[in-house]
């Protein structure tokens, strides 16, 4: 029986003025699924988003931003995202430098530890700085000495809180953007006189450029709309994130908490802008006379780069230590012995057991659905442009996630899913809406990975296997996937991870038989119970960090009985 027969039967009578092109019934299969893919995407990311800017109306932007609290509540967000950003940039580009430029000893333990605190929710740097510099931390005395007796409870707080939590982001984007470099320019600098400073200043830098933009703006981004870290330890300090939580779940004020939504999109939408202006303007650093850059020994640069980077591991070491070893002591400072109580959770306010099993199985769900979705997506577009029309439409709605906070997303979900009126009102307060809401915060590193992946297969590869007659998905199941899926792996892993770590994109959706593990966290802390959410967060990293180990595995499995063309 031919296997393509039964298609048409499935198929809708789509329009053709839909589909120029479309040549049979497989083809007019990937129409549907690519218009299918794009109704998803317009459903759960575009009308949510939508439903803020409706939801705002022009009286209440106006008395809202005149409002001294707000104003306060903005200017501190700036504030702490600028010493946020002048404290990371220039820790991550040493770090990025000493990986890429350098002949130090133990890169791959460093970029281990730096690389860390993805698998932690943002939650749990702040619960290590109270239990280090708090009322009752071990190192509270540090204070008074280096910063002139300030309170943790505040902006210092919260800038290192979110130094932790942007490093590991800002480390990855200017690793990428250092690890290319052309060795000719160097060797010319080097005949011509130039000594290692100016080098630096005039090949380095300026070919690193827009890796540094990157970097800055995601950091900057990240720390203005991050809610976690101020909500655990910023005391009196008001921020935007702060503030659109306690107008919508504290006052229920959706107009206000819509109006300071859209103050949160604007640092996004500005970084975003500047980051594809820069973009544009880029120059590719290897062409294809390039030579690969290698570091040559050099004693006093490498010393001087092992000990920054030391500095940083401890810091990072320290914020995550902190909270583990506080889930395995009994009453830190007092009585450091050993215990399991605090994994107790039936018996502490948060969710309990419960919540973590909720978090594992959105994480699997938000991983698996996820993948799929934006490999069908990646592929149609990449491989299969069939309806031109939702391709086109796609492509732009693909980017829109990377300049929309996770804190915003939320909220256009809780005001578009919560109204009676709509169809898909009986999602909201359940495990699929949240799946999805997770899916869409994370969409545009997922699509742009896959998407890459794709643009390196040759295009013969699916015109040879349709010059044969076989249907796209044939090539796409038996050629396409096994070569990407070390990327679909890395996806999964991403989302995952992400999923399992989140707090801002849900936090306006759950109920309380679907509480998560990242928000138990969040709860524990209010309830008092820190030593309990530092026993979560502590799960939390463990699943991550087995997760990725398993996946590593089977990338690893795969790769041996999929990937040996690669080596031939």
């Known amino acids: 029986m031919n296997n393509r027969s039964f298609l048409p039967a499935l198929l809708p009578a789509l329009p053709r003025a839909a589909m120029p092109g479309v040549r049979g019934a497989d083809d007019r299969f990937a129409a549907l699924l690519q218009w299918l893919c794009l109704a998803a995407l317009l459903a759960f990311l575009v009308l949510p988003l939508l439903a803020i800017l409706t ?34 940039l220039p820790a991550a580009f040493v770090v990025a430098f000493a990986l890429t430029r350098s002949r130090i000893a133990g890169k791959p333990v460093l970029r281990l530890v730096c690389l860390a605190p993805l698998l932690a929710p943002s939650l749990m740097p702040a619960i290590s700085l109270v239990y280090l510099f708090g009322n009752q931390g071990l190192l509270k005395g540090w204070l008074a000495v280096f910063a002139g007796g300030a309170s943790i409870y505040g902006p210092l707080g919260i800038v290192l809180g979110e130094a932790f939590y942007t490093f590991p982001h800002a480390l990855l984007v200017l690793t990428a953007a250092l690890s290319v470099a052309d060795a000719r320019l160097y060797e010319a600098a080097e005949t011509l006189g130039a000594g290692p400073l100016r080098r630096f200043v005039t090949i380095t830098l300026p070919n690193a450029r827009y890796g540094l933009v990157s970097a800055a703006t995601l950091v900057l981004t990240m720390a203005a709309t991050d809610f976690g870290v101020p909500k655990v330890i910023g005391g009196q300090t008001n921020v935007l994130a702060l503030e659109a939580y306690k107008q919508v779940i504290g006052q229920h004020d959706f107009e206000r908490g819509a109006v300071v939504g859209l103050l949160l999109l604007l640092p996004a939408l500005a970084s975003f802008a500047i980051q594809r202006r820069v973009a544009r303007r880029a120059q590719a650093g290897m062409t294809g006379r390039s030579v690969q850059y290698h570091a040559r020994p050099h004693a006093g640069r490498d010393m001087l780069l092992s000990l920054a980077c030391g500095a940083v591991a401890v810091f990072l070491l320290a914020l995550a230590g902190a909270a583990v070893a506080a889930a395995f002591i009994k009453l830190w400072p007092y009585d450091m012995s050993l215990t399991l109580a605090h994994f107790d959770f039936e018996h502490q306010d948060g969710g309990g057991w419960g919540a973590f099993r909720n978090s594992f199985v959105l994480s699997g769900a938000s991983a698996l659905a996820g993948t799929l979705l934006v490999f069908v997506n990646a592929y149609l577009l990449e491989k299969l442009p069939v309806a031109p029309g939702a391709a086109l439409l796609v492509r732009a709605i693909a980017v829109i996630p990377m300049a929309v906070p996770g804190m915003v997303l939320g909220l256009g979900y809780a005001m578009f899913f919560s109204h009676p009126a709509n169809p898909l009102h009986g999602l909201y307060g359940g495990m699929t809406l949240m799946a999805a809401s997770c899916i869409c915060h994370f969409y545009t590193t997922a699509h742009m990975t896959l998407t890459t992946s794709l643009r390196q297969i040759d295009g013969e590869i699916e015109a040879a296997s349709r010059s044969l007659g076989q249907g796209w998905w044939v090539c796409c199941l038996r050629v396409t996937l096994p070569i990407v899926l070390p990327s679909l792996l890395n996806v999964f892993r991403y989302l995952f991870v992400s999923s399992m770590t989140t707090v801002s994109c849900v936090i306006f959706l759950y109920s309380p038989e679907t509480e998560l593990a990242s928000l138990a966290v969040l709860n524990m802390d209010d309830a008092g119970d820190t030593a309990a959410a530092a026993a979560m967060a502590t799960l939390i990293v463990a699943c991550s960090g087995a997760v990725s180990l398993l996946l590593n595995a089977i990338g690893w499995y795969c790769g041996r009985r999929l990937q040996r063309w690669r080596a031939n």
């Open 55 to 88: 939801r705002a109306g022009i009286a209440d932007i106006a008395r809202t931003v005149a409002e001294p609290r707000i104003q306060a509540a903005a200017w501190n967000s700036l504030a702490i995202a600028v010493a946020t950003l002048a404290l990371v």
